[in-house]
């Protein structure tokens, strides 16, 4: 049962880095939590408000269990996050939650994966199929290559099997 005595924090974005750190505390790891503004696509620059960074408290902590398999812990996190700050918040201050720059180096493989993919598309001629990727992968994949010429992104699929197709069209 909800506390009925809970009183949100009215800074949205010291409320996230709260709710966080209470996560993180209840799973039984010890982290420095902080805040900062959304710099690229993959902080959801122009979606989110707020970047809440998860970094070791020690050069020894291993944060790699909150990432998990694929992002998959990382994603559950933000996902929560977001949930308890909307409903808080009676609207929508949404977030993006990093570990240890883990988002960061995710987006600049995706940004090689791209170029990679757009080359070889170009040079073979034939529709390059990317692994499939979450949303917000997929809006990185066609973000670097929609000022590329010849070069046509195209999301397809559906569910967690949604993939981004690239296609080199020349001169049509």
């Known amino acids: 049962m909800a506390d009925p005595e809970f009183e949100p924090e009215e800074d ?3 409320m996230a880095v709260n709710v966080v750190t209470d996560l993180l505390h209840l799973i039984g790891i010890r982290a420095v939590v902080s805040s900062r503004a959304p710099e690229t696509p993959m ?3 122009d979606h989110a408000i707020t970047v809440v960074d998860i970094k070791s408290n020690e050069a020894s ?4 269990l909150l990432v998990g398999p694929h992002g998959e812990h990382l ?3 933000q996902y929560i996050t ?3 700050l909307s409903r808080s918040l009676d609207g929508e201050h949404p977030v993006t939650v990093d570990v240890d720059g883990y988002k960061r ?3 600049d493989e995706l940004i090689d994966l791209a170029k990679d993919a757009a080359a070889e598309a170009k040079e073979t001629g034939d529709a390059i199929e990317l692994d499939a990727m979450n ?9 670097n290559l929609s000022e590329v010429d010849g070069i046509e992104t195209e999301s397809e699929g559906s569910g967690d099997a949604r993939r981004v ?3 080199y069209r020349d001169g049509e």
């Open 12 to 14: 949205g974005t010291k």
């Open 43 to 45: 902080d959801g620059l």
């Open 61 to 64: 902590d291993d944060l790699s």
């Open 75 to 77: 994603a559950a996190i």
């Open 82 to 84: 977001n949930v308890i």
């Open 105 to 107: 180096r995710r987006e």
């Open 135 to 143: 949303a917000a992968e997929r809006r990185i994949i066609h973000l």
């Open 165 to 167: 197709v690239i296609v």
